[in-house]
């Protein structure tokens, strides 16, 4: 039994001495790394704090520019915007002169901006991206399709709704130029853009309208279906059933 103890003792010994060597190994590791991080940290500690003094300097300049160029731009934009808009909703809601109006709104008038003049001197603001919008419609209204396919093309918005509006007038303008292949693709971007129950049964018709015109009875089908099917309340749906009868 004593010889056993003596044993189990040694090995304890050894154990706890390898125990401590490796913790030293460690800790001489960690030195090491320490010292290691520390040299390159004096070594680079010049364009560390080069980067960040650039970094500190471009918010600056950023903030600079944001507050006093483009914030007064879009201001300015807007009240541009104002005089514009005016006479385009005074076109739309008018039973005569629509052509001047919409002229008016695309060209300006009293010494105002019109939507073109806001499209070149204020480009990348929110009021631009309105204008290319209106003026695009105006277009249309002036049977001007080339022109409004161009402008409502550089449109781009978050509202579903309009985004949809936009692209079926595209394909409204293409068939009045007889395109009907690309009027039929942009009524199918303009029901991806948006399912609201203004817009799509609408949409849908014209359509299925276009592909009927087209020959594509099986197409020209789905879309009067989806009229019956999903929007059943609407104005649409009150003859689509001779749509239907048409398509098959």
């Known amino acids: 039994m004593a010889t056993y103890k003596k044993k189990s003792n040694k090995l304890r010994k050894s154990r706890v001495a390898n125990e401590n060597s490796s913790t030293k190994k460690v800790f001489d590791t960690l030195d090491t790394s320490a010292n290691k991080s520390e040299l390159i940290i004096s070594k680079y500690q010049n364009y560390l704090l080069y980067g960040v003094a650039i970094l500190i300097v471009l ?12 914030q007064p731009k879009i201001d300015e934009s807007n009240a541009e915007l104002f005089t514009a808009q005016k006479y385009f909703d005074m076109a739309l809601n008018s039973s005569n002169d629509k052509d001047s109006l919409y002229n008016l709104s695309l060209n300006g008038a009293d010494g105002k901006f019109g939507f073109l003049d806001i499209i070149e001197n204020y480009n990348g603001t929110p009021a631009a991206n309105i204008a290319y919008y209106s003026s695009g419609m105006a277009y249309y209204h002036l049977k001007k399709y080339d022109l409004a396919i161009e402008y409502l093309n550089q449109f781009s918005s978050k509202d579903d709704v309009l985004n949809s509006l936009s692209l079926s007038t595209i394909g409204d303008s293409f068939v009045q130029i007889n395109q009907f ?37 099986k197409k020209a089908l789905k879309f009067f279906n989806s009229i019956k099917t999903d929007y059943p309340k609407s104005s649409e749906a009150d003859l689509i059933d001779i749509k239907i009868e048409q398509a098959k």
């Open 59 to 70: 918010f600056a300049l950023y903030f600079t520019y944001d507050r006093y160029v483009v």
């Open 181 to 217: 292949d690309d009027a039929l693709s942009f009524y199918e971007k303009a029901l991806n853009a948006s399912s609201n129950s203004f817009t799509s049964p609408i949409i849908l018709l014209k359509a299925g309208d276009v592909s009927l015109k087209t020959g594509n009875n």
